[in-house]
């Protein structure tokens, strides 16, 4: 859906990033199957968490999660399970929980930002602090449960689920989004260098965890999973940087980095994947 | 280790609940069991979040997970275990599980308390708000590292454990702790069924959980599982309600329904088991 591929990626982009991607070209091809990959997450999560009974718990979960800004690392799982051979909706669960662990992380920055300036990308929510602590706590065990849940009778799964689980968890934890978010509470507002490892833990972990769990329910190898948790790594901190408009003179140097992790699917349909570097690709249209 | 087996259980117990367990002995035996359990537990956790770069996210971790209250749901975990016939070894990732899990509800629960009355359970922390929600944030995906990294190379026992981490997601959720946080949030203090309600929520699914978990892990059948559980949820809501001190007047009814539930297992070694209906086996001797 437009609604969740035109997102928050590229805000109000500063002028030089659009110097900085000097090999953008209109892609609808590649426009058109991230819309698609999201359309189906979207739907996917609002199958996921129905609205039902105990509404005050249950309405304000539903809401967040479909409010809750968007980035291109859940399509990015959908992605990256194609690209290893393997069928998107494999990675349907593990796309819809990266989506609902980023949703938990930014329910609850958001209360530590209460005191703090509020950035552009914030949006604000009617629900009080305490139902907001409360979601995020809510969302976090739901989106462990929806990827557990989804291992087949067989069990035949099971192991790379719960590879799946340890990537989510070592993403969002301590060496990861909890640590982007411990620096960004330092108010370390006007130090592009600290910015830039912040847009790293954040974003970056993000995406590279969306991508390397698709990899993994695809079927991947050991070395294409790295190379695309590699990729993913990238390609979330292009985003990121664009995100906060800092660091843009290294895009470039990053985009290539990122692309040089793809060679090694050369063989492989690529070119939806590869779009994910220009990020100019899902700035909003409306 | 006695600190973590003479907990939080009964503090300052109303002299009706020791009239309520008429048919407590001293059982030192019992005693030394969850003692010893209770210390292979400790260790464990000690050993699990070792204090490391970052310093300022692993030493409150640390801190935190050491420095909650307890309760014997970790321990139930291990002994569950071992009733249906496994090892209590084979639970003791789950058993850990359980504590990080409950806090994480703790440490976020004393943010909701900040401007509420503060029973006299809580803990007061001498970390600030801020760390104290992504310290709640990081134990949380700890925890099913934790338990997902457990899986051997094998991954014989891969489907075993999904199914932990769906019991662990469920007693976290939105049916579980987080709906008793909910109704504890609306201060509901004065009313004794509302309570009981959140002892249920709170304590009743912890407990549920953790005996749940064991009997998955040592290898249960679905009955099993279903008593233990069950009888998790009743030993939960006794310890719950003599922590509130509320409701007494229905132990001895809900203690029957307890040991119905380990009938099933008459010819099993349950005495140990059987013995954390009696809670006053746990309070402080301090």
Redesign the interface.
Known sequence: MAAILHCSITPNLPSSVHSSLTTYKPMHKEQSYWASINSDIETHLKMSIPIRS?L???EP?HHLTLSAPRSMAPALCIAACEVVGGHGHQAIDAAAAVHLMQT??YT?EN??LLDQQKPNLAAHHSYDT?IQ??M???I???A??LL??S?DST?NN??K???V??E???A???QGM??G??KK?QRIGSDDRLIYQVCKKMEGELYSCGAACGAILGGGSDNEIKKLRRYGLYVGLIHGMMLRGIGLGRVKEIKALALKELHYFKNQNIEAITSLVDARLFRSSS
């Open positions: 105990p005050s718990v249950y979960m938990a992380a609850h209360l530590i305490n602590l409360l995020g706590d809510t976090l065990p739901f462990y449960e557990a849940s291992d069990g099971s192991h689920i719960l590879r689980i340890i989510l968890s070592q969002m934890g301590t909890i640590d978010q411990y509470m």
